[in-house]
């Protein structure tokens, strides 16, 4: 099959939805498929707002258009809702080409914390753009639920995964820090949580690995942790084994790839009981849900 990805989440943003895509893509052309990926490179982008590292597209409809038509995909799909997404939406309509679509990030409530527009009106945006969609692909059973209660439809869960022969158990020899370790992995954003992490009082060393738009705000309020800045491969590995408990701070993720990631390195999770967390940890066995956070990590250890 000629597959087309269109994804406005792309290098050198790092996200779970640019690792799965980079992923999804690569396993496709492995099971013999014909994959065009259609994402900011190529375009003449702009940062955005708030957010530098991820780039947006500007008036990409025309190029889009010529990939497609050129392309002639036997299947569409379309990651997120930015200017490729929609860009790629009004082709499939134009065309009454079938496509699914994927809700990977809580768009609203990342909104909602940056200014005062009510989730009411985001979520009433969000249902009018998938709605066309032959399929909206969502990333956990507890996020269909929710999304299902909000008027959305179609809706099917595409499990997250982890490449294991990269994410495996390597040792507690990458980091020489005072144990135990404690470490969140992934973006620096208000989004996260991270000031409900960094906050807690806890003994040995919190690590944090990742860039985003907060690093510089957060490394200086709290200076005795340790910012180690995006890492990748089989270093990134190598330090995700190192941790004695990985801690998921984030009450707004649809799945938290990084959790997965984190159980196959072997570390324990320690995590909000909110969609996500509940979707991937085994409480008592491969990690630990609380309200309290600091306990959660205590149990986890």
Known sequence: MRIALVTDAWAPQVSGVVTTMANTARLLGEMGHEVRLVTPEGHRTVPCPGYAEIRLSMRPKKKVFRTLESFKPDSIHIATEGPLGHAARRWCLQHEFPFATSYHTQFPEYIRLRAPIPLRASYAYLRRYHRPAHVTLVRTKTQKALLKARGFSHLKVWPGAVDTQLFRPRGKEAL????????????????????????????????????????????????????????????????????????????????????????????????????GPLDVIKDGSTGALDEDLAAAVYRAL
């Open 176 to 275: 020489c820090l005072p144990r135990p370790i404690a470490m969140y992995m992934g973006r620096v954003a208000v989004e996260k949580g991270l000031g409900a992490f960094l906050a807690l009082e806890l003994p040995g060393s919190k690590v944090v690995v990742g860039g985003g738009p907060d690093l510089d705000k957060l490394r200086q309020r709290y200076a005795e942790a340790h910012f180690l800045g995006p890492k990748f491969g089989e270093e990134l590995a190598g330090l995700l084994s190192a941790a004695d408990v990985f801690v998921f701070p984030s009450r707004t993720d649809t799945l938290g790839l990084v959790m997965l990631e984190a159980m196959a390195c072997g570390v324990p999770v320690a995590a909000f009981p909110v969609p």
